[in-house]
């Protein structure tokens, strides 16, 4: 038992020395083939990138590119973190949605309509005629080459959810004709949140009642 226990022993011994032996040989070889081939390799990159560099030059050199890369990759990020504050606001919009059940305000009696063989006269007070682009916001309802009839309202409490109304945007700088979805009043007095039919958020921005131009009272298809 004694014998066996010893052979266990040298056996041991033997696998530890050989495998010290394949650590210094690996060592060695590493030294041997890889140093020599970084070498050959970042000579090879200072021969393509200026081969009248001296080391220190062309240490600075790393040094720059790296630099750069860190400038490219921090802009990068900037583009990405604006492009995610951009999406986060139109999906902010998206939940702001609202569907609009009420329909516009009627304005015009059946007493102010006169129909006749030859024509048809509808009395409106303080009218005027409005014209459509082709952005399709109110598209089926509204659409290019529809004419419109608009009156001024006196007051906002004459506006009403539903209501159609044209308005000055100073985002869009031009004259917007979209529907009322929401009526309110802050520190500023009233507002109104507007929304195209077709479109999938609400406009952005209140509306307040010194930018409305008037309000829809009637189409002609």
Known sequence: MGNFNLSRKRVLVFSVMLIVLILVALGVALD??????????????KRQVNSTLSDQEFVEELIGQNLRQRESISRLEGELKDRDIVIGYLMERLNMSTEVEAGPFSRISEEDIKVYSDR???????????????SKSMYPYIREGIYALEVKPDTQDELKIGDIIGFRSEIFNTTIIHRITEIGEDEEGWYAITKGDNNPAPDPGKVRFGDVVGVLVGLIY
């Open 32 to 45: 041997y083939f890889v140093a020599p081939m970084q070498k050959a390799g970042l000579a090879d990159y």
């Open 120 to 134: 048809i006269i509808i009395y409106v007070n303080k009218a005027f005629p409005a014209s459509f682009s082709g």
